[in-house]
């Protein structure tokens, strides 16, 4: 999302797939933390995301039992909360993430990770 809204290197790649994508809840408030921090107005950053025209999935007890056993296998990696909540979510909906992360490459999770750039 932040590839796209900054028009970022990649971005072109996630924009022909965003018809198709979703995003978890916590994935969207930490879109939306990057762009206020990055003094980005609220509303307008609210707005920008929307734009976007994705498919929230709201973050659940089975998201949230997913993102906590995440932590073993991604410790070495240095994955985030926000990080663990998009590959949980992937990984429940069987989905490719998209992401400018190299690092996610070498994940061996049993999804498709596409990297961006």
């Known amino acids: 999302m932040l590839a796209v809204l900054w ?3 990649g971005a072109n790649r996630v924009v022909a797939a965003l018809a198709d994508c ?5 994935n969207l408030a930490e ?18 995301i929307l734009t976007l025209g994705l498919q929230s999935v709201p973050f659940d ?3 949230a039992r997913a993102v906590g056993a995440l932590v073993r296998t991604t410790r070495s990696d240095g994955l985030s909360l926000g990080d663990r909540a998009c590959l949980a979510l992937a990984i429940d909906r069987k989905a490719t993430v998209y992401t400018a992360d190299r690092a996610w490459k070498s994940l061996n ?8 750039r």
């Not at 979703?22 to 916590?26: L, M, N, P, R």
């Not at 921090?37 to 609220?42: N, T």
């Not at 999770?109 to 961006?116: F, P, R, S």
């Open 22 to 26: 979703i995003v978890s809840s916590v």
């Open 31 to 48: 879109v939306h933390t990057k762009l206020v921090d990055c003094g980005r107005d609220e509303a307008i950053a609210w707005a920008d």
């Open 109 to 116: 999770l049993g999804i498709k990770i596409e990297v961006i």
């Open 61 to 63: 007890d089975a998201l």
């Open 7 to 9: 028009g970022e290197v």
